[in-house]
Nanobody, 122 residues
Framework: VQLVESGGGSVQAGGSLRLSCASS????????MAWFRQAPGKEREGVAS???????LYAASVKGRFTISRDSAKNTLSLQMNSLKPEDTALYYC??????????????????WGQGTQVTVS
């Protein structure tokens, strides 16, 4: 599985960005998918995850502002980010697990990672 993120950029506080992640291979519909982020000097943290049935899970810091979605027909994962804050500035990663995971926002549960896309909020 190869994951390629896109959609990052620079935005002012209060603005919006939409991240996308294209997944290769034929297992996307069976993969638990998630977005993580890592700010300079901080550990990588889970932002949002989604199972094949579409049920999402969000970190408390983004709940109500971010929306995760997946399109199995296009093998694509998305993250709509609204009301962005400076503390959302980070490198955002797309991640995939081979199957269902019990702790969806724990990074060690994921097997495949993208290269990351930078989000900067000023």
């Amino acid at each position: 599985v190869q994951l390629v993120e896109s959609g990052g950029g620079s935005v002012q506080a209060g603005g919006s960005l939409r991240l996308s992640c294209a997944s290769s291979g034929n297992s996307f519909s069976r993969n638990y998918m998630a977005w993580f982020r890592q700010a300079p000097g901080k550990e990588r943290e889970g932002v949002a995850s989604i199972w094949s049935d579409g049920s999402p899970l969000y970190a408390a810091s983004v709940k109500g502002r971010f929306t995760i979605s997946r399109d199995s027909a296009k093998n694509t994962l998305s993250l709509q980010m609204n009301s962005l804050k400076p503390e959302d500035t980070a490198l955002y990663y797309c991640a995939a697990a081979r199957w269902w995971v019990d702790v969806p926002l724990q990074r060690t549960k994921y097997n495949y990672w993208g290269q990351g896309t930078q989000v900067t909020v000023s």
